[in-house]
T-cell receptor
């Protein structure tokens, strides 16, 4: 079945450091891929998405590229801020007609001033 | 503004009681979902519905029930049969169209005393 694996957290960085959160997936066909962010006590918000191979999603300085050959969708940001501290979820949706979404376990990011 | 409204935000329940969590959306979305989130864990699918008057069990449906009598509403009942109901519950919806993204509510935190 479909699955998403993302790196264990927590990830602790100093402000202005480079961020990478790894995400790999297993899926049949051509799923859409997403990164969501969750701040404490809140729901999830879409951060970025990519719907086909080689697409690059970007938002608020974050980027991720849909790599079909490595089945990956790693999240990157060149210079993190304290306000980026949150939990990040990688997810996929298949297009088999069930419209089910599969989420990774989440990676907690803590940015220190 | 369009969005998803969950209520209540916090709920306390005694063991043996059923409780119902409300989820209302004004996005005109066909598909709606309920997820459970436990500390340090990812999202687990409880139930989902693709159209009115139809819904399917997710991965952890035991001890939960839903209804979908109106397009905009998808309430979740946590029954006394759910052995460990204390968790954060998230409702989401999607239009199933080209965008494919899930929109989330702010969540409801249920605590069993």
């Amino acid at each position: 079945g479909n699955s998403v694996t993302q790196m264990e957290g927590p990830v602790t960085l100093s402000e202005e450091a480079f961020l990478t959160i790894n995400c790999t997936y297993t899926a049949t066909g051509y799923p859409s891929l997403f990164w969501y962010v969750q701040y404490p006590g809140e729901g999830l918000q879409l951060l970025l998405k990519a719907t086909k191979a080689d697409d690059k999603g970007s938002n608020k300085g974050f980027e991720a590229t849909y790599r079909k050959e490595t089945t990956s969708f790693h999240l990157e940001k060149g210079s993190v801020q304290v306000s980026d501290s949150a939990v990040y979820f990688c997810a996929l949706s298949d297009h088999s007609g069930t419209y089910k979404y599969i989420f990774g376990t989440g990676t907690r990011l803590k940015v220190l001033a | 503004d369009g969005g998803i409204t969950q209520s209540p935000k916090y709920l306390f329940r005694k063991e043996g009681q059923n409780v119902t969590l409300s989820c209302e959306q004004n996005l005109n979305h066909d598909a709606m979902y309920w997820y459970r989130q436990d500390p340090g864990q990812g999202l687990r699918l409880i139930y989902y519905s693709q159209i009115v008057n139809d819904f399917q069990k997710g991965d952890i449906a035991e001890g939960y029930s839903v209804s979908r009598e109106k397009k905009e509403s998808f309430p979740l009942t946590v029954t006394s049969a759910q052995k460990n109901p204390t968790a954060f519950y998230l409702c989401a919806s999607t239009d199933r169209g080209a965008t494919g993204e899930l929109f989330f509510g702010e969540g409801s935190r249920l605590t069993v005393l």
